[in-house]
């Protein structure tokens, strides 16, 4: 309809959340702070990707994160804006980075009831050449309020009480059955035997129906953005090398694993569902298959079969 092509009435993160905000009477607007702050964060990040090339911002900062990953100038120029962004909301407690080896526990004055655990640039292999990248994060209530400790921000993902991404460069419901499998095939000689059969099965099915066909983009943000759209699976499983995948519990699987559920998918670690998960540790690293729910269900079947 013409009148959808000229939309005046600008809809906002900010502007959703304070309308959602009036319909709890207890609400304080807390969580409308915390969340106007991520905003800010993630306008700041954009601005800076966008404009990479020409204010120096490509390439190698010099230094390695505590994964073992060389960081990008952008890795660390994000997490540094997010950092002061969500200490000066006032409403954090704890922060975990993936771009800092320790979890952050706010100075006192600045306390707030939320820790927020997030990965400041997901894909950053893709930085240089303007290929689609991310911000990602997860929100949990800390316990007590008072005292702060790094088990407020080990709690499984089911208690999250929010994630969200943001995507740079360019409401879901996701198809219950997908078309597309995601998976970096490079590594595949590695893979244990449900993986391998269930991507061998994308290719080569034998009910009748027609292949999958292989998207990878290479940035978690964009691959689980394509995923909430089109449908399909995403996987980023444990291989010989890599026996607990590459991504992140705390900053990629839970906040990802969190909205597929919400828009009707589901995500599964090859054990559990993640985010029944407990990690133990901020850095810790899980194996992790999301996407639509027909497609979780088949690879969950290979799993379950080889017990
Ligand atoms: P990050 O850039 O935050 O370190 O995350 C990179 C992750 C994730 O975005 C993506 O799904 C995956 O690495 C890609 O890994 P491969 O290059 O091994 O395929
Ligand atoms: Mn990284
Ligand atoms: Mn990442
Ligand atoms: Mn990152």
Known sequence: HSADAHRTDLMTITRFVLNEQSKHAESRGDFTILLSHIVLGCKFVCSAVNKAGLAKLIGLAGETNVQGEEQKKLDVLSNEVFVKALVSSGRTCILVSEEDELAIVVEPSKRGKYCVVFDPLDGSSNIDCGVSIGTIFGIYMIKDHSEPKLEDALQPGKDMVAAGYCMYGSS??????????????????????????????????????????????GSMVADVHRTLLYGGIFLYPADKKSPNGKLRVLYEVFPMSFLMEQAGGQAFTGKERALDLVPKKIHERSPIFLGSYDDVEEIKALYAEEQ
């Open 172 to 217: 879901c419901t996701i198809p219950k059955k997908g078309k597309i499998y995601s998976v970096n095939e490079g590594n595949a000689r590695n893979w244990d035997a449900p993986t391998a059969k269930y991507v061998e099965k994308c290719k080569f099915p034998k009910d009748g129906s027609s292949a999958k066909s292989l998207r990878y983009i």
